[in-house]
């Protein structure tokens, strides 16, 4: 986890002809024509599908927005928004324009100010991971934690959205009050990306990068803050070699500095602020 790894809480879519010759051709045409309608403004991404799961390739621009009312009218194919403050109909109408969306929750820490925050276990709730009203999970207790998540996991799927983004994945590298180590995280990493694909929804390694090579496999895309600013880009690379987007964003480094880095690696990177609403500065 960086010292900043998201903001601060704010609540807030002829006749077929008679010979068989023609008839296949005509229907490879139609084929054709029922996914184009799938494609947002902007630059499109390049998906492929495993086990019916949607994944997004390199080259997939994105919006990232915790805050705030969303915006749906950036021109971009995929929306990074909170899977608690937003409705299946932000996502029905994100949808009807062509967009993939990813449900953001908090797969590491007890939020306070959530909905399920009576359903975590005293026991399970460490140090403060310098949020108001958060504090670290341990990991360790997966039998516990485990169907608390995937009441989240249901949750996003309820409203519809296409892929999960769990943050704070990268708990052993923080003090959390807990004997966390990097074999504790890569079970439970597992076990969240097992629950979201279980649900037919593709998921997102937030940060995490000392674990990327174990993880990969795991994982169908990434999401990463500021690996420009902390010079660890390099380490994202085996999610573009698998064909799989990084999602990136920095907060204080100049787009003229990252972002040559982020089109030299195949990063699909943009500049937010740290409240991370609606601004975008994309590269």
């Known amino acids: 986890m960086r010292f900043v790894t998201r903001p601060p809480f704010l609540p807030s879519s002829v006749s077929l002809l008679h010979t068989?010759?023609?008839?296949?051709?005509?229907?490879?045409?139609?084929?054709?024509?029922?996914?184009?309608?799938?494609?947002?403004?902007?630059?499109?991404?390049?998906?492929?599908?495993s086990a019916g799961r949607w994944q997004p390739r390199?080259?997939?621009?994105?919006?990232?927005?915790?805050?705030?009312?969303?915006d749906t009218r950036v021109a971009v194919p995929v929306y990074d928004i909170d899977g608690f403050?937003?409705?299946?109909?932000?996502?029905?109408?994100?949808?009807?324009?062509g967009r993939k969306?990813?449900?953001?929750?908090?797969?590491?820490?007890?939020?306070s100010f959530r909905p399920d925050h009576s359903a975590f276990p005293a026991s399970v709730l460490g140090r403060s991971d310098g949020w108001s009203g958060e504090r670290w999970l341990d990991i360790r207790r997966r039998s516990l934690?485990?169907?608390?998540?995937?009441a989240r996991l249901d949750m996003c799927r309820a409203k519809g959205f296409d892929a999960v983004e769990p943050d704070l994945a990268d708990a052993f590298t923080n003090d959390t009050g807990f004997p966390l180590t990097a074999a504790h995280q890569l079970a439970y990493n597992r076990m969240i990306a097992a629950l979201a694909h279980e649900r037919g929804m593709a998921?997102?390694?937030?940060?995490?990068?000392?674990?990327?090579?174990?993880?990969?496999?795991?994982?169908?895309?990434?999401?990463?803050?500021?690996?420009?600013?902390?010079?660890?880009?390099?380490?994202?690379?085996?999610?573009?070699?698998?064909?799989?987007?990084?999602?990136?964003?920095?907060?204080?480094?100049?787009?003229?500095?990252?972002?040559?880095?982020?089109?030299?690696l195949g990063l699909d990177s943009m500049r937010k602020r740290l409240a991370l609403g609606r601004w975008r500065s994309p590269c």
């Open 58 to 70: 390199p080259g997939t621009a994105w919006q990232w927005q915790l805050s705030g009312r969303v």
């Open 203 to 264: 998921v997102g390694l937030k940060n995490d990068l000392e674990q990327i090579p174990d993880l990969v496999r795991d994982f169908d895309f990434a999401v990463n803050e500021q690996c420009a600013e902390f010079q660890e880009c390099s380490s994202l690379s085996p999610f573009i070699k698998a064909h799989k987007a990084v999602f990136h964003v920095e907060y204080s480094v100049p787009r003229r500095t990252f972002c040559p880095i982020a089109e030299r």
């Open 145 to 150: 934690l485990r169907p608390i998540m995937a």
């Open 20 to 49: 068989g010759l023609l008839t296949g051709l005509l229907m490879a045409l139609l084929t054709g024509c029922v996914t184009a309608p799938d494609r947002a403004p902007g630059r499109t991404p390049d998906e492929h599908r």
């Open 101 to 111: 969306v990813i449900c953001y929750i908090n797969a590491g820490a007890w939020e």
């Open 85 to 97: 403050e937003n409705s299946a109909a932000v996502v029905r109408r994100l949808h009807r324009s």
